[in-house]
């Protein structure tokens, strides 16, 4: 099978066809211009699909990664189950290696490395339908929380609210409605007005290209504004809400999220505006103390200096920083919104009490 890029059209942000054993996405690198869908076969594909964030956010890259895991399994040649289970934790760890920052990525590899230990000893056929049926799974689930999420996050806004978001969280980031977008489009649903700050997001404009492009198809009153000019719609009152998703949610609260957030949630403390991180539980890492443990994924300097101009913008040779995510720190967090609920400081006590089971 050929390494190129096999380009088809259709809608859906991650498609598989079980019919034809296909796995399809549609290539974020091309919104809002053209919405198109693109094949991808070998793990070649799939890291360049992950790197160069034609698929992006977090809990997407989770639901791509768990049926990758199933096409890659489906192209093991080891027999053993031993050395199948071997391989397939191999091409997981290169997926994840992909990008750093977003656990849901690691999170939806070791779920489907679970399904796999389990179904080892079974014929392939059932192993590979349980991993199958697995990838499913953690798409549907998402589904589910992103509903329960956005139900949640609208309890926070009153009709004719403003509220700012920084990046993308919205349906092309997850599975459906999305995290931060969630209840404002949920609010559309429902005929309730609010009014909406999208940053563009430099350097990848994730803003501007895919949030302003979701909530505009959604008749949603959005206003594009660039990174810098988030306090001056704070400073005239526009801003009753900051909404923004999450890639890591540390123990203590702490929150990982695209370049820039943290600045936002310093100014809405500034003004007084009150700062609500949305997100799934997946992407909550006990695992993490806090935000200092978080490794920040750092990009290709081109995104800064020449990425979407016609000419570069900079001196060829200038030193650049290009770091994806930057980490919020819990202070500024008014609440964290999950599936399971609005959590509230300390999070020290209220993260710990998502994980008990009692629901
Ligand atoms: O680099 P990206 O575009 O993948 O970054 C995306 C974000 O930072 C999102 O806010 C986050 O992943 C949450 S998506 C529900």
């Not at 919104?31 to 699909?49: H, N, V, Y």
């Not at 935000?291 to 200038?318: C, S, T």
Request: net charge negative; charged share 25%; proline share 5%.
């Amino acid at each position: 099978m050929s390494d190129e890029i096999q380009l088809v059209t259709h809608v859906e942000n991650i498609r598989y066809d079980k019919e034809g054993e296909a796995l399809f996405i549609i290539d974020q690198t091309l919104l809002p211009g053209e919405e198109r869908e693109i094949q991808t076969c070998s793990l070649e594909q799939m890291l360049d699909a992950i790197g160069k964030l034609r698929i992006r956010g977090a809990p997407a890259i989770g639901i791509y990664a768990g049926f990758c895991m199933y096409v890659l399994a489906r192209q093991i040649q080891e027999t053993e189950p031993a050395a199948f289970y071997a391989r397939l934790e191999e091409l997981g760890d290169a997926l994840v290696a992909c990008r750093p920052t977003a656990v849901n990525l690691s999170w939806a590899v070791k779920k489907q490395l679970g399904t796999a230990r389990e179904h080892l000893q079974e014929d392939r056929p059932r192993l590979l339908e349980a991993l199958y049926q697995g990838a499913v799974e953690i798409q549907r689930d998402d589904q589910d929380k992103c509903t329960r999420i956005s139900e949640y996050g609208l309890t926070l806004l009153q009709e004719g609210d403003g509220v700012l978001t920084h990046c993308n969280a919205g349906p092309l980031a997850t599975s459906h409605y999305g995290t931060a977008p969630g209840p404002l489009l949920l609010a559309a649903e429902r005929g309730m007005k609010l009014r909406v700050f999208a940053d563009e997001t430099r350097p990848l404009l994730q803003g501007a290209r895919l949030t302003a492009y979701e909530l505009q198809r959604a008749g949603v009153d959005v206003t594009l504004i660039c990174d810098n000019m988030a306090s001056i719609v704070m400073k005239n009152g526009w801003v009753q809400a900051c909404f923004v998703g999450c890639d890591r949610v540390a123990a203590n609260g702490d929150a990982a999220n695209k370049i820039g957030t943290s600045g936002v949630a310093i100014l809405a403390k500034h003004y007084g505006i009150p700062f609500y991180v949305l997100g799934p539980t997946s992407t909550i890492d006990m695992a993490c103390r806090s935000g200092e443990q978080i490794r920040i994924e750092e990009r290709d300097p081109e995104e800064i200096k020449r990425l979407w101009y016609e000419k570069p913008m900079a001196p060829a040779d200038v030193k650049c920083y290009n770091p994806a995510f930057d980490v919020t720190d819990h202070s500024l967090i008014t609440a964290i919104v999950t599936e399971k609920g609005i959590c509230r400081p300390p999070y020290t006590a209220s993260l710990p009490a998502l994980f008990d089971n009692k629901e």
